[in-house]
């Protein structure tokens, strides 16, 4: 039901049927209830209204050029098409053809609707909002335009711009049912989450006691008791135990969440790694829940140990159907040996994104809520910051709104909480690089974009030679900016089994700093 929750029309569904086919096997292989699933509510089904780029039924006081509208209307087709076949850059392209065309049309709301609705599918939800605005400039009574806009803010947790959007959506479309429903869904949400916040404690692992649960002697897995060391042959058996689908027993879980926690706690926000002359070091960017391409990289590269360190460098969860799984391996590892393994913190690392892309469901499906919480607590003691040879910095999203910002301001910056909406932890978590230079408003709509000379007087400033960042998709599964001052590495392959994408890992020998990439 969830799936086809943000579907207007079932026939829809036979257009679009490849890109449920992930949230379909997500839920068929977990048995995940899917109310908060990634794979749905990370809001790649939006607005799949009755026809993809219908016109409006308001029609424009001024005159159309039919030659321009022809043209217009020819993009609009072409994206269209590009938009079936998930190729939604490339239908961006063409509804921003037709939109340059200036028609004095209605049909232009149409076309900044259709390419708002791009803009959600690779989540630029910034970009969405602005483009729903500006159809809504052209049609104030397009509801495709309110929905596309309510669906973005949902995707930022604006859950009450959310609820006026989708209520003037519903407004325009005769109080439809299933624009009403998620309005209830929202508001469960905030009812959810004010309640969840009223009883929560300080941290939930201190009332949990892993010695005192009972393991049924049913359990054939790892088992791993309080005082037991974590050796290399226990976390390989744990990675074919899960490999197989087969869960942890929830005792082990908690015993592996509070050693963690235990290690965690103890690093900076900023953490400083020193690269020996001629050793290398990995690094790996988003994995959001992708376990089986997470062993796989292991496979290729090989496993965690002294003499080959990774740095996995945030998003760890969400969207994919084994979060848990990869949680608990990345976490197995660092309790075995600290140095072989180092994690950041990604945007996706905070409670109220896995409420909506799917790691909470996942977490309470398989263990339970208290278990999530848990996690969800862990989550906060993770740095936000990696610096490897006073050469090259690495975050998850990029850098700041504010000029000055010196490794020192990092290292200050209390990471123990969820994430702000603006300054230094939001900004390292959110931002984006962008060609143009100078600062812009971001594309999804949470800290900024940064252009390249930002970028150089940053690393100038704090006499560092390269930023590695992650937090989006890149088909090659990496991307270097013109500048070659700024990396984006990304190692989900097929994210989210609809984008076609190759996932990357980079090397760095101590010797000379130089990224080597491997696809």
Known sequence: IYIFFFFNDTATTEIYTEQIV?????????????????????????????????????????????????????????????????????????????????????????YYSNRAFCQLKIENYGL???????????????????????????????????????????????????????????????????????IRVEDPSENINPGEIAVPSTYTGPKLELDQEVTREWVENLLEYMKDQKLLHKKYVLVLLQRIKNILQELHTLVDIQVPEGQEITVCGDIHGQYYDLLNIWKINGNPSKTNPYIFNGDFVDRGSFSVEVMLALMAWKIHDPNCIHLNRGNHETKNLNKLYGFEGEVVHKYDKTTFEIFGSIFQYLPIAYCLNRKVLILHGGLFSQDGVKLDDIRKTNRIMEPPEAGIMCEALWSDPVKEKGRHPSKRGVALGFGPD?????????????????????????????????????????????????????RFNGSDMKPKFTQ
């Open 22 to 110: 992930g949230s379909v096997r997500c839920v068929q292989e977990t048995g995940i209830n899917a109310e908060y699933m990634g794979e749905i509510a990370d809001l790649n089904f939006y607005a799949m209204e009755k026809s993809n780029g219908e016109t409006s039924d308001h029609s424009s006081q001024q005159a159309i050029d039919p030659e321009r509208l022809s043209k217009a209307e020819d993009f609009k087709t072409k994206g269209n098409e590009y938009f079936k076949d998930l190729k939604f850059e490339e239908a961006i392209e063409q509804y921003t053809e037709a939109i340059k065309l200036k028609v004095n049309s209605p049909k232009t709301a149409v």
């Open 128 to 198: 969405a909002i602005e483009d729903a605005t500006e159809a809504l400039n052209y049609d104030p009574k397009y509801a495709k335009a309110y929905y596309r806009k309510a669906s973005a803010y949902f995707a930022l947790t604006k859950y009450d711009q959310a609820v006026e959007n989708f209520k003037k959506a519903a407004e325009l479309n005769n109080n439809d049912a299933e624009t009403l429903d998620k309005i209830k869904l929202i508001k469960r949400i905030v009812r959810e989450k004010q309640f969840a916040d009223s």
């Open 454 to 506: 930002v970028a150089e007087k940053f690393l100038s400033e704090n006499n560092l030679e390269l930023l590695v960042r992650s937090h989006e998709v890149k088909d090659q599964g990496y991307e270097v900016e013109p500048n070659g001052k700024v990396i984006t590495i990304f190692s989900a392959p097929n994210y989210c089994d609809q984008m076609n994408n190759k996932g990357a890992f980079i």
